[in-house]
T-cell receptor
Framework: KAGVTQTPRYLIKTRGQQVTLSCSPISGHRSVSWYQQTPGQGLQFLFEYFSETQRNKGNFPGRFSGRQFSNSRSEMNVSTLELGDSALYLC?????????????FGEGSRLTVL | SQQGEEDPQALSIQEGENATMNCSYKTSINNLQWYRQNSGRGLVHLILIRSNEREKHSGRLRVTLDTSKKSSSLLITASRAADTASYFCATDAIGFQKLVFGTGTRLLVSP
């Protein structure tokens, strides 16, 4: 069974640009969560999607958005990039949601904002 | 903040020694999980312990949970160089429907 796939793995953007990251969950998993990881703040929860609906959201500005498609694939978008958005963005999938068991993580998308 | 705190922040040991890391959290939980992350990679689930459990084993891993003290510990016995990684606890707090990760412990196991 294929794991969680995130694309792209690495990308470099400049301030003010926008970026879209993609996540394909494990087949059959309906929940996709996104986390931002930085050296200073650690792992911060961005949002969780379940059956195309955003079920939970972290404390991030509106520049951070996401969506989930009918095949459970998810994308997150960051608009008007700032230097502080440089981070490893991790996607995780699970069968039914965060409150029922383990999360399966992808390898992450490392974003550098110049 | 709900975020758990882990102690120590960094731990350096020799192969064959045991490694113990601790996690403290702030709110009542449904379960607590431990994850491992190799440098710059994704996280890998190690073990889940439910709030009504006190101890759980998986291979060389032993996890304890003390809900009265809101703390957990992860013991890795007979460490190997391949255990070098960061270890995170994550709490599923009641009512929050999301996993909140701790600050992590960086473990270095030297051959």
């Amino acid at each position: 069974k294929a794991g969680v796939t995130q694309t792209p793995r690495y990308l470099i953007k400049t301030r003010g640009q926008q970026v879209t990251l993609s996540c394909s969950p494990i087949s059959g998993h309906r929940s996709v969560s996104w986390y931002q990881q930085t050296p200073g703040q650690g792992l911060q929860f961005l949002f969780e999607y379940f059956s195309e609906t955003q079920r939970n959201k972290g404390n991030f500005p509106g520049r951070f958005s996401g969506r989930q498609f009918s095949n459970s694939r998810s994308e997150m978008n960051v608009s008007t990039l700032e230097l502080g958005d440089s981070a490893l963005y991790l996607c995780a999938s699970s069968l039914t949601g965060q409150d029922t068991g383990e999360l399966f993580f992808g390898e992450g998308s490392r974003l550098t904002v110049l | 903040s709900q975020q758990g705190e882990e102690d120590p922040q960094a731990l350096s040991i020799q192969e064959g020694e045991n490694a113990t890391m601790n996690c403290s959290y702030k709110t009542s939980i449904n379960n607590l999980q431990w994850y491992r992350q190799n440098s710059g990679r994704g996280l890998v689930h190690l073990i889940l312990i439910r709030s009504n459990e006190r101890e759980k084993h998986s291979g060389r891993l032993r996890v304890t949970l003390d809900t009265s003290k809101k703390s957990s510990s992860l013991l890795i016995t007979a460490s190997r160089a391949a255990d070098t990684a960061s270890y995170f606890c994550a709490t599923d707090a009641i009512g929050f429907q999301k996993l909140v990760f701790g600050t992590g412990t960086r473990l270095l196991v030297s051959p």
